[in-house]
């Protein structure tokens, strides 16, 4: 049963423009969000969070919204750049520790 | 540096042969877990550590064990690998959990095979 989706395996974007992806979540406990990525034969890193009493929290280039009644949070990559090509890992957390993910996109950022 | 180091990084092996992961974390964490990650699963939480001698399931602890007896080494046991093992493996660690600051800082990945 999976509590984090994110429901596009993949998205591609051209270099400048906006990327967004998109994660749901069905726990309404979740009280923690966070986004990770990952380069290919690497272990992801820690991108940007979110605390549930927020709605919006921004950081460069890299925006994350949540929408808790719609259960749904986002991550607004703008502009995109070929760096940014990697997988994407949607995690929310209940409690202390009990961290659940989703099972990732690949943004792919055209040139 | 501080980084989470796990060996081997590569691991192909057979059904029923015991094998061990190492993980190792140089930044004093408390908290340590090992994840799998499987295509269009994400990530799965096998076992975490609070804290030293303190361990606990995950979502997917079946077939594995894990042991803290140092704060630094969060050891993976598969005393009986079987096929559906097959996976990549990521150990994790953070100052506490993984919220606010203490995002969780993951380990370089260890491929598996289990034939």
């Known amino acids: 049963d999976q509590q984090v989706k994110q429901n596009s395996p993949s998205l591609s974007v051209q270099e400048g423009r906006i990327s967004i992806l998109n994660c749901d979540y069905t726990?309404?406990?979740?009280?923690?969000f966070l986004w990770y990525k990952k380069y290919p034969a690497e272990g992801p890193t820690f991108l940007i969070s979110i605390s549930s009493i927020k709605d919006k929290n921004e950081d460069g280039r890299f925006t994350v919204f949540l929408n808790k009644s719609a259960k749904h949070l986002s991550l607004h990559i703008v502009p995109s750049q070929p760096g940014d090509s990697a997988v994407y890992f949607c995690?929310?957390?209940?409690?202390?520790?009990?961290?659940?993910f989703g099972a990732g996109t690949r943004l792919t950022v055209k040139p | 540096e501080a980084q989470v180091t796990q060996n081997p990084r590569y691991l192909i092996t057979v059904t029923g042969k015991k094998l061990t992961v190492t993980c190792s974390q140089n930044?004093?964490?408390?908290?340590m877990s090992w994840y799998r990650q499987d295509p269009g699963l994400g990530l799965r939480q096998i076992y975490y550590?609070?804290?030293?001698?303190?361990?606990d399931k995950g979502d997917v602890p079946e077939g594995y064990k894990v042991s803290r007896k140092e704060k630094r080494n969060f050891p993976l046991i598969l005393e009986s690998p079987s096929p559906n093992q097959t996976s990549l493996y990521f150990c994790?660690?953070?100052?506490?959990?993984?919220?606010?600051?203490?995002?969780?800082?993951f380990g370089p990945g260890t491929r598996l095979t289990v034939l």
């Open positions: 995690a929310a957390i209940e409690g202390d520790n009990d961290m659940r």
């Open positions: 994790a660690s953070s100052l506490m959990g993984g919220r606010g600051d203490n995002e969780q800082f």
């Open positions: 930044m004093n964490h408390e908290y």
């Open positions: 726990n309404s406990m979740f009280d923690y």
């Open positions: 550590s609070m804290n030293v001698e303190v361990t």
